[in-house]
Structure formats: structure tokens, C-alpha cells
């Protein structure tokens, strides 16, 4: 209820100032909508901008997984290979 009622004083006041102060009103109103203009078409570029850079980097080409495959799989074996020589050396060290 108190925000009901000092809505709407503020809003009593602000068209009294407005009736009283209508040409520094203006005045301000004509200063003040090119600056914001000015700061909103900067910030939309911006914004362009950092969109713009963010689709070139999606237009990057992919990096050939097919050959690490491959590579992987090579890898794997070489492991299990290595897994068993280990092993084999494990028993022949407890056989001693």
C-alpha cells in the first residue's frame, strides 16, 4: 500500500516538474537521446562483433579423428603386449 502511494506522488510531482521545467526539460530530453543513441548503437555493435568472431570459429574444420583411431587401437595393443610382458616377468622373478 505505502508503494501505491508513493507511486503515485512521484508520479503527481513528476507531472508538476514537467509543466513547470518543460523547456530544460526538452533541452535535456534533446541532449540526452543521441548519447544514448550513440552508447546503444555502440554496444549492437559490439555485440555484432563478438557474434561475428564466435561464428568463425565454429567454421573451423574439424580435425581427421579417423587416423587417431588408428592410432589408438595400435596404442591398445601395445599396451596388452607390454601387460603381458610384465606378467611374464612377474612369474619368471617369483619362479627364482
Given at each position: 500500500m505505502k508503494t501505491l502511494i508513493g507511486g503515485a506522488v512521484a508520479a503527481v510531482l513528476g507531472?508538476?516538474?514537467?509543466?513547470?521545467?518543460?523547456?530544460?526539460?526538452?533541452?535535456?530530453?534533446a541532449g540526452g537521446v543521441p548519447a544514448m543513441l550513440l552508447l546503444g548503437g555502440a554496444l549492437a555493435v559490439y555485440l555484432g562483433f563478438d557474434e561475428l568472431?564466435?561464428?568463425?570459429?565454429?567454421?573451423?574444420?574439424?580435425?581427421?579423428?579417423?587416423?587417431?583411431?588408428?592410432?589408438?587401437?595400435?596404442?591398445?595393443?601395445?599396451?596388452?603386449?607390454?601387460?603381458?610382458?610384465v606378467e611374464s616377468l612377474k612369474k619368471e622373478k617369483a619362479s627364482e
Open positions: 507531472i508538476i516538474g514537467l509543466s513547470v521545467w518543460w523547456k530544460p526539460f526538452l533541452q535535456l530530453l568472431k564466435d561464428s568463425w570459429k565454429k567454421e573451423e574444420p574439424a580435425i581427421d579423428t579417423s587416423s587417431n583411431k588408428d592410432e589408438v587401437e595400435k596404442y591398445k595393443q601395445e599396451i596388452d603386449n607390454l601387460k603381458k610382458e
